[in-house]
């Protein structure tokens, strides 16, 4: 008998519903996704790593063919805390155990700038979407073996990089002066519009997660500036893919 708090559509019963019309192969699960909402990410990964490409998510989903098939990197598919948390939880519903988050984002932080690398290991949970997947509580936690070997990786490649408290909103055109000025002097180190949906849906599972970032823009001081140049940025995330893929290759 259902239960009246039971979801209508769970992501089970969307994954058997594409297989069912063809839409979706037979394969065996990843045990790990890389999310990549940045397409020049996308690129980097795609011109060194071959892949079999995955019909049936949004997006592109690629198997990473050195691993096995047990990594995988999911692109293509966007922005934004609803469509990285709905991807999280099907590919929960496949198997997948371990997610981890590459993106960019804004600094916080004065010292940071185009480039800087910054792991979150806790993320303020200021989107909607989390809230339906935990209990009410201002923040949502990285998994601490995930971010401890990745900045471990980075450290022995000498990558300078925070490690800390990051910040995650549905409005980029709504992250107000004081809200921005105060997450600043709480030590908050960067603003991003994923992160805390992706750890929220994997944390109600169980399931291990952590998102890192390369700064794009800077909105310390309460002031926004962007680089003309976002190559450094570019490069960034490269070497996030790289420690990353290391640390789950292991």
């Given at each position: 008998m259902n239960n009246d708090s039971d979801p209508v559509l769970k992501p089970s019963e969307l994954l058997a519903y594409r297989r069912a019309n063809g839409q979706l192969p037979d394969f065996?699960?990843?045990?790990?996704?890389?999310?990549?909402?940045?397409?020049?990410?996308?690129?980097?990964?795609?011109?060194?790593?071959?892949?079999?490409r995955i019909r049936g998510f949004l997006g592109e989903f690629h198997l990473l063919k050195r691993t096995n098939g047990q990594i995988a990197l999911s692109t293509g598919f966007g922005i934004g805390a609803p469509v990285v948390a709905g991807l999280t939880d099907e590919f929960a519903a496949l198997g997948v155990r371990q997610f981890v988050l590459i993106g960019m984002a804004g600094a916080?932080?004065?010292?940071?700038?185009?480039?800087?690398?910054?792991?979150?290991?806790t993320c303020l949970r200021g989107e909607g979407t989390s809230r339906h997947y935990l209990p009410p509580h201002p923040t949502?936690?990285?998994a601490e073996a995930l971010v401890n070997g990745i900045s471990e990786i980075l450290a022995k490649k000498n990558h300078p990089h925070a490690v800390g408290t990051t910040w995650t909103t549905d409005a980029p055109f709504r992250e107000l002066r004081r809200d921005v000025i105060s997450h600043q002097s709480?030590?908050?180190q960067a603003v991003d519009m994923e992160a805390a949906a992706m750890l929220s849906v994997a944390s109600s599972m169980n399931l291990s997660?952590?998102?890192?970032?390369?700064?794009?823009?800077?909105?310390?001081?309460g002031e926004w500036r962007m680089a003309q140049d976002l190559r450094?940025?570019?490069?960034?995330?490269?070497?996030?893919?790289?420690?990353?893929?290391?640390?789950?290759?292991?």
């Open positions: 065996p699960p990843p045990r790990a996704v890389i999310f990549a909402p940045q397409k020049s990410l996308a690129e980097y990964v795609l011109k060194r790593h071959a892949t079999k916080l932080q004065p010292e940071l700038t185009t480039g800087s690398l910054v792991i979150s290991s949502v936690d990285s709480n030590g908050v997660a952590a998102a890192m970032f390369s700064i794009a823009d800077r909105l310390s001081e450094p940025a570019q490069i960034g995330l490269s070497i996030l893919f790289d420690a990353v893929f290391e640390y789950l290759s292991i």
